[in-house]
């Protein structure tokens, strides 16, 4: 695993998040211009340092030619801020420094922001914990520190006809939230005889939410031990208009119990017949959905009681010498130590076998919080591995030789990493990456690692606008034939969809 020295840095570029607001109001002739703030920094040692952070002043005003057309003027500081390409629902904006050699890197602001009032008030949101897109995009899920699990249905992105459009012309109405808002609580709090206002899906933090394939079930985990599935069927707008009336809760109807520590992930096999737990108590345990029972039980092979904080399953197969079961899948599991292993996983056999193959070195850089693989990339096809610590280094392995490269921008935790393709090519891989420190980016891979430790061929591919400093501790990608999405999810109790 790296030192410090093999880390390479990344530079960090942040901007005031009401930019588009600020575009707005210039060109619909609220404001005749406005001052707006962007910063850049280079955390580098010092003595690669090039010089110390950039606080720029950027005045957003009308053309005095052009009154169809925004400008920006810089008043302070070395940098460059220009529209890179206009679509129906906003610019894509980009920004440089050439003083601190920051390339160009795209602005992306949400589309849309899903803020329910009763969990994102300013004065005391609701931190979310878990988080889960369906796999159509119809609805997400949302898990709370109180063991609360929220239902909300998602709503299309519209073409705006106005030239500076902001998130909240795309974002659900108020009443969205009031209507088609779904309680999910476990079955054993609903016939306790507490108050439905008072039930939950878990005892305590909810820390893991997938829907299942179908997009109508939904398995959830949380710190008291237990997994809760869920049906997940959503309200129509039709429906919820008729209605008129609150929603009731919706009880669970199958609970799985065994792990002696809090349960930090979870996997979905195929189309959903069995499922795979992680926990604290440092095991891996597969369940049979239809009967709740436990299948099998494997100790991490770092020893017993080291925790294991992420888990991510490949969907894709690979194939085996054996006759009998031709095919594998391949579980990774991101360790509390520092390390993560890679396991066998066959499931064409009863009870499922999982089986260890590989084990990381520890990494100096603190606990592995998040994991994710890649889908196989360029002529080559070759998969990668990447892997969050606490300490904020990101390291991407190849799936194959475990070559390896570092990188970091700040020593924020990482707390979610995933893959995706940009600008619709498997040729061009970008990384994904939630933070603590409230900046979200994507990392463009230029060079894979092929061979021992390489040097990072990582450069900003863009920076997810948004949020204010509120940690962004969950993210999903999802990919269309119209381009790729990325939601995220953060301490400010919001949801924030991004368009690549």
Known sequence: MPSSSSVHTVPIVTVQSTFPTVANEVYSGVIPFENIWISC????????????????????????????SVVY????????????????????????????????????????EY??????????????????????KSQYAT???????????????????????TSAMHSPSRSTYTSRRQALVSAASMSSGVSPALARAHRSSVTSLRFFPSSRVLLSSGADFTLQIFPADPISASAASSSGQSNKPVSSVRTFTAHTRSITSSAIIDRGREIISSSMDGTLRVWDVSTGTEETLIHSAAGLGIGINRIFLDPNLVPTKDAEHPYKRKLYAALQDGSFEVLNLDDQQKPPKLVHEFRSERSVHGALNAIAVSQPTGAAGTVLI????????????????????????SDASIEDLDFVFLENTTDKLGLVIATADGLPWIASLKELPL??????????????????????????????????????ASDDGIVRRYVL
Not at 41 to 46: R, V
């Open 41 to 68: 920094y280079d955390n580098s040692p010092p003595d690669a340092r090039q010089l110390g952070p950039i606080h720029a002043k950027v005045r957003v005003v009308l053309d005095d030619e052009d009154r169809e």
């Open 386 to 409: 990447a892997v969050g610590s606490a300490k904020g280094v990101v390291s991407v392995y190849n799936a194959s030789t475990y070559a390896s490269t570092h990188f970091r921008r």
């Open 115 to 136: 803020a329910d009032p009763e969990r994102s008030n300013p004065q005391k949101p609701h931190r979310i914990t878990a988080f889960s897109l369906s796999p159509d």
């Open 73 to 112: 003027q810089v008043r302070e500081g070395d940098v460059h801020l220009s529209e890179s390409a206009r679509r129906d629902f906003g610019y894509v904006y980009t920004v440089s420094s050439p003083s601190l050699r920051i390339p160009l890197a795209r602005l992306l602001f949400p589309v849309q």
């Open 451 to 488: 061979s021992g430790v390489c040097d990072a061929q990582v450069s900003v591919y863009a920076e997810l606008v948004g949020g204010d400093v509120d940690a962004v501790r969950h993210l999903s990608v999802h990919t269309a034939d119209s381009g790729a999405e990325v939601w995220t």
């Open 143 to 165: 898990g709370y520190l109180d063991g609360s699990v929220l239902l909300y249905p998602t709503v299309p992105i519209h073409n705006s006809q106005n030239k500076y459009p």
